[in-house]
């Protein structure tokens, strides 16, 4: 484990702390959300949001700047003037980060950075700043005000009943720019989502109970915790009267891991009228008819699966402890009950063959799904990828974070595949899903998006005469949509 003493429980001290006993009361915060590159801004970042929810209930004043969403860093500390600039940073924003973190340094703030990034790399981190935090932050970015921590790496265990920490505070994100995320970046994974519908996240748990070889939980050290159904649906019935936001994608990792909390959300969701269309993510494994069918009644309709590949022994290879018989189950089983099966896909994975990547690739074709990521295996540190990297000798000399993107990765984890050929399988797969995608959305901006990128145009029309089945159903489809549009 990297995380330090991340895996230790803790209940949360708010509200009971509202007593302001220490000389920190009157510091003023600013949480930073670094980062200029627009395709990063899907959803709101939440976070920041509870480490200021957070902060607000123990009296501390804080203000969030998000460089992601178009704010000014330099403009806006300058008129808040914070003592402590808090900065959080992914891997691929790491640089991001640094920069902003120079800036305050210059400005004359003292600087804590955490994070996904700053929890498994904090040697590197604190060459930039005062303090670094390792893991959850709530708990220690107020010991850090409050005791006036002044440099160093520290780490808090993490809290037992995230029900104590309160919602997020999104009166200082800037939700206004996220409700639109739909309408910025038609083609994220807020599929679900109608065009123009405003969109809002929630994140109702923290953790998940599996440990894949490719993701950040096996480093984390921390059990899954629950918000209680009653917090979830009293936050959601908020951000629909505050934000008018008409759908909702739960954000965390795992939503239908806990299958009876899953199902009394549901029901009162249900009962309670909520009327929101929602999605979130889930294992292959996770679901069953019945849940599926109460979700759909309740507004789901989308569930993002990490389906990762179509072949079993890759399946192995990461770990995952799913099947890819229950991948299609799982695609199935949503296309029944009408709900959009949406999902990721890694090829490049240590040991994995070109055989084992075309495997995936008709796994995408026969399943008939339309939205769809296709990544390459990309190792982020803390992850047992990046420990196979570094035993393998395959780390480059040197290397950039911004380039952990899931296409650009610098570290090659399947040498005996060309990184070229994957790149063309990969454009290729995400050609035939734009087709797919052209029966749902307008047939106009579909044309208009091809005539933009004539290169495709050959693409398509080769994979068109690959898919006779392509070619009907989407004719289909396009007679519809013009009917109806009468
Ligand atoms: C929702 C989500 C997104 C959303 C919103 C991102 C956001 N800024 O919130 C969107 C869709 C935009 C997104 C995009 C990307 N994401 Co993302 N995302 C997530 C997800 C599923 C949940 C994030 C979350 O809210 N977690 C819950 C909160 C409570 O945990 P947390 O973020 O770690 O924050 C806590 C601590 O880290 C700490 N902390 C965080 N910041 C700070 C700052 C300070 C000052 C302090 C003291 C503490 C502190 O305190 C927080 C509260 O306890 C995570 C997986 C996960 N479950 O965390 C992946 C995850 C963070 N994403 C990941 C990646 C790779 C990406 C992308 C690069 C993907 C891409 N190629 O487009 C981009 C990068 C975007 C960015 N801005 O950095 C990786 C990061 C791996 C890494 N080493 O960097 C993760 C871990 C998933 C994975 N693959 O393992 N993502
Ligand atoms: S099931 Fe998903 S969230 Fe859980 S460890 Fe595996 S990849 Fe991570």
Same mark, same amino acid.
């Given at each position: 484990?990297?995380?330090?003493?991340?895996?230790?429980?803790?209940?949360?001290?708010?509200?009971?702390?509202?007593?302001?006993?220490?000389?920190?009361?009157?510091?003023?915060?600013?949480?930073?959300?670094?980062?200029?590159?627009?395709?990063?801004?899907?959803?709101?970042?939440?976070?920041?949001?509870?480490?200021?929810?957070?902060?607000?209930?123990?009296?501390?004043?804080?203000?969030?700047?998000?460089?992601?969403?178009?704010?000014?860093?330099?403009?806006?500390?300058?008129?808040?003037?914070?003592?402590?600039?808090?900065?959080?940073?992914?891997?691929?924003?790491?640089? /991001? $980060?640094?920069?902003?973190?120079?800036?305050?340094?210059?400005?004359?703030?003292?600087?804590?950075?955490?994070?996904?990034?700053?929890?498994?790399?904090?040697?590197?981190?604190?060459?930039?700043?005062?303090?670094?935090?390792?893991?959850?932050?709530?708990?220690? %970015? %107020?010991?850090?005000?409050?005791?006036?921590?002044?440099?160093?790496?520290?780490?808090?265990?993490?809290?037992?009943?995230?029900?104590?920490?309160?919602?997020?505070?999104?009166?200082?994100?800037?939700?206004?720019?996220?409700?639109?995320?739909?309408?910025?970046?038609?083609?994220?994974?807020?599929?679900?989502?109608?065009?123009?519908?405003?969109?809002?996240?929630?994140?109702?748990?923290?953790?998940?109970?599996?440990?894949?070889?490719?993701?950040?939980?096996?480093?984390?050290?921390?059990?899954?915790?629950?918000?209680?159904?009653?917090?979830?649906?009293?936050?959601?019935?908020?951000?629909?009267?505050?934000?008018?936001?008409?759908?909702?994608?739960?954000?965390?990792?795992?939503?239908?891991?806990?299958?009876?909390?899953?199902?009394?959300?549901?029901?009162?969701?249900?009962?309670?009228?909520? /009327?929101?269309?929602?999605?979130?993510?889930?294992?292959? /494994?996770?679901?069953?008819?019945?849940?599926? $069918?109460?979700?759909?009644?309740?507004?789901?309709?989308?569930?993002?699966?990490?389906?990762?590949?179509?072949?079993?022994?890759?399946?192995?290879?990461?770990?995952?402890?799913?099947?890819?018989?229950?991948?299609? %189950?799982?695609?199935?089983?949503?296309?029944?009950?009408?709900?959009?099966?949406?999902?990721?896909?890694?090829?490049?994975?240590?040991?994995?063959?070109?055989?084992?990547?075309?495997?995936?690739?008709?796994?995408?074709?026969?399943?008939?799904?339309?939205?769809?990521?296709?990544?390459?295996?990309?190792?982020?540190?803390?992850?047992?990828?990046?420990?196979?990297?570094?035993?393998?000798?395959?780390?480059?000399?040197?290397?950039?974070?911004?380039?952990?993107?899931?296409?650009?990765?610098?570290?090659?984890?399947?040498?005996?595949?060309?990184?070229?050929?994957?790149?063309?399988?990969?454009?290729?797969?995400?050609?035939?899903?734009?087709?797919?995608?052209?029966?749902?959305?307008?047939?106009?901006?579909?044309?208009?998006?091809?005539?933009?990128?004539?290169?495709?145009?050959?693409?398509?029309?080769?994979?068109?005469?690959?898919?006779?089945?392509?070619?009907?159903?989407?004719?289909?489809?396009?007679?519809?949509?013009?009917?109806?549009?009468?």
């Amino acid at each position: 484990m990297v995380g330090g003493r991340t895996g230790e429980e803790v209940d949360s001290i708010w509200p009971v702390a509202v007593l302001y006993p220490y000389s920190g009361r009157h510091m003023k915060v600013a949480l930073i959300n670094p980062g200029t590159d627009e395709k990063y801004a899907v959803q709101e970042p939440l976070n920041l949001g509870f480490l200021a929810s957070h902060l607000l209930a123990n009296g501390i004043g804080v203000t969030i700047i998000d460089e992601l969403a178009g704010q000014d860093v330099a403009r806006e500390l300058g008129l808040y003037k914070p003592d402590i600039a808090g900065i959080t940073a992914t891997t691929p924003m790491a640089a /991001d $980060a640094y920069r902003v973190a120079a800036m305050c340094k210059e400005m004359g703030i003292f600087t804590v950075m955490g994070g996904v990034h700053a929890s498994v790399m904090p040697d590197e981190a604190l060459k930039h700043v005062d303090v670094v935090v390792k893991g959850e932050g709530e708990t220690a %970015l %107020l010991d850090i005000i409050r005791d006036g921590i002044g440099n160093g790496i520290i780490s808090r265990p993490y809290i037992k009943n995230i029900d104590t920490i309160p919602p997020p505070a999104r009166h200082l994100l800037q939700m206004d720019f996220y409700v639109r995320s739909k309408s910025r970046i038609p083609h994220s994974y807020l599929y679900f989502v109608p065009e123009g519908a405003k969109t809002a996240s929630v994140l109702t748990s923290r953790g998940c109970p599996y440990s894949c070889i490719y993701c950040h939980n096996t480093w984390r050290g921390m059990p899954t915790r629950y918000n209680s159904p009653e917090r979830v649906i009293s936050e959601i019935a908020g951000i629909k009267k505050e934000y008018g936001v008409e759908t909702i994608f739960f954000i965390e990792d795992n939503l239908f891991v806990n299958k009876k909390r899953l199902r009394t959300i549901c029901e009162l969701m249900i009962e309670g009228n909520v /009327d929101v269309l929602w999605g979130g993510n889930s294992r292959v /494994d996770n679901l069953d008819r019945e849940s599926i $069918a109460l979700a759909q009644r309740a507004g789901c309709r989308q569930i993002t699966f990490g389906f990762e590949s179509g072949s079993q022994r890759v399946l192995d290879l990461l770990k995952k402890k799913t099947t890819v018989a229950q991948n299609k %189950l799982a695609i199935e089983l949503c296309n029944e009950a009408g709900i959009i099966p949406q999902g990721t896909f890694i090829v490049g994975s240590p040991g994995e063959t070109l055989e084992d990547v075309r495997l995936t690739m008709k796994f995408i074709e026969d399943s008939g799904i339309e939205s769809a990521g296709v990544c390459i295996a990309t190792p982020y540190p803390g992850t047992q990828l990046w420990d196979y990297a570094i035993e393998h000798n395959l780390m480059p000399e040197t290397y950039t974070w911004s380039d952990f993107d899931y296409l650009n990765t610098p570290i090659n984890l399947s040498p005996e595949i060309p990184k070229q050929e994957l790149l063309k399988l990969i454009e290729n797969v995400n050609i035939l899903l734009a087709i797919r995608q052209m029966g749902r959305v307008n047939v106009l901006s579909a044309i208009r998006g091809i005539i933009k990128e004539p290169s495709k145009i050959f693409a398509i029309l080769q994979s068109l005469v690959k898919n006779p089945s392509l070619v009907k159903n989407l004719a289909k489809r396009v007679i519809k949509q013009i009917f109806s549009s009468r």
